[in-house]
């Protein structure tokens, strides 16, 4: 059996449960007998996984606490046989140990951690840069790193035709899943005071501005509350083609994180923020190997994030060449086969690894 161990609610969003899906979604078209099944703490994300089509057994444990459901683990998994992917920063080195006696674990990792797993998988475009921190005791781990690994979900995989239009007619603001300090809120605002500044010459239209509401945004109904009676502002909960939205955008505001690899893999001009220290060198290197902006860690000073975003966007606005510019450097970062690469790779680690057991 393949199992996925990852969650998704308000308090951490849902860029984990989106990753896995790709590569569950890679998975099965290896195959049924492929197909993993998910575990989860409780009952958060269950539906969205579920709609996908997949097996989801809820754990009811703490997802703070991974260490409380290792008893339920070591009852369902058997080391030479089974192949679980964790996916969590709740997971540690301890949790590590654990499931990786009674599994084949394959983890995901953002931060250079290098957990006692058989494989460790780092698709972030600053990954290359820490393979030397992944080792023990001397002894480098089996990896998987940078962007050739992203996880794009299949949705991105076809179909990525865009074209930098002439004009910035419609601008997309989205934070993720949740949105636990009212980024959305605090751009728009900003942007709004700042509109006649985006303005060309004679052109007095203003621009479209539409607002994603992530499943786990606490403040969904202060977003509607205070701008969903403006004319150019459209607000969007349970968007169920984020691809179509963004091909119809000029420019995305994004925190970063996995719509950071979509957004790229389209060609949308963007500017990146972050929100937390496992985002900022995802943003660091973003801002390293292209000319998109790197606004700064909102929690950290929203006010300068949110002055340096708008001056951002006023260049996207002014400079047709400039944002050209970004769709051909984000283009160039990745490309729509990491999912699939994963998939054949880990299955490739459980069969070398039962096999081993067999000699």
Not at 116 to 135: C, E, F, H, S, T
Not at 335 to 345: N, P, V
């Amino acid at each position: 059996m393949f199992y996925i161990r990852a969650d998704g609610n308000t308090q951490i969003g849902m860029g984990h449960i989106m990753r896995c899906l790709s590569i569950a979604e890679a998975a099965a078209d290896l195959g049924e007998a492929c197909k993993p099944v998910f575990l989860v703490a409780d009952e958060a994300c269950r539906s969205m996984i579920a709609e996908r089509g997949f097996r989801v057994i809820v754990l009811h444990t703490d997802y703070r606490d991974m260490m409380s459901e290792l008893p339920l683990l070591e009852n369902m998994l058997v080391w030479e046989r089974d192949l679980l992917l964790v996916d969590s920063y709740q997971a540690d080195t301890a949790y590590f140990a654990a499931v990786s006696k009674v599994a084949v674990t394959v983890c995901l990792e953002d931060m250079g951690e290098p957990y006692p797993v058989d494989m460790l998988i780092n698709y972030n475009l600053y990954a290359p840069k820490l393979a030397g921190r992944y080792q023990i005791n001397g002894k480098p781990l089996d990896t998987l790193l940078g962007a050739s690994f992203v996880p794009l979900r299949s949705l991105f995989q076809t179909d990525n035709a865009y074209t930098v239009r002439d004009r910035v007619m419609d601008v997309m603001i989205t934070t993720g899943g949740s949105d636990p300090h009212f980024a959305a809120g605090v751009f728009l605002g900003a942007f709004l005071a700042a509109e006649d500044t985006f303005c060309c010459g004679h052109d007095k239209n203003p621009i479209t501005w539409h607002v994603v509401s992530g499943p786990f945004n606490a403040f969904a109904k202060d977003l509607k509350g205070q701008f969903g009676g403006r004319d150019n502002v459209v607000i969007y909960e349970g968007l169920k083609d984020l691809k179509a939205l963004m091909k119809r955008c000029d420019v995305v505001l994004t925190a970063t994180g996995s719509t950071v690899y979509e957004i790229c893999a389209l060609g949308v001009p963007m500017i990146a923020f972050y929100f937390a220290e496992n985002q900022r060198q995802g943003a660091q290197e973003l801002a390293e190997l292209t000319e998109i902006v790197n606004a700064g860690c909102f929690c950290a000073d929203k006010d300068a994030v949110t002055k340096q975003a708008t001056e951002a966007l006023r260049r996207c606005v002014h400079d047709k060449e400039y944002r050209a510019l970004l769709y051909r450097q984000e283009r160039r970062l990745v490309d729509a086969k990491g999912a699939g690469r994963i998939a054949s790779r880990i299955f490739q680690l459980q069969w070398e690894r039962y096999h081993a057991e067999l000699l």
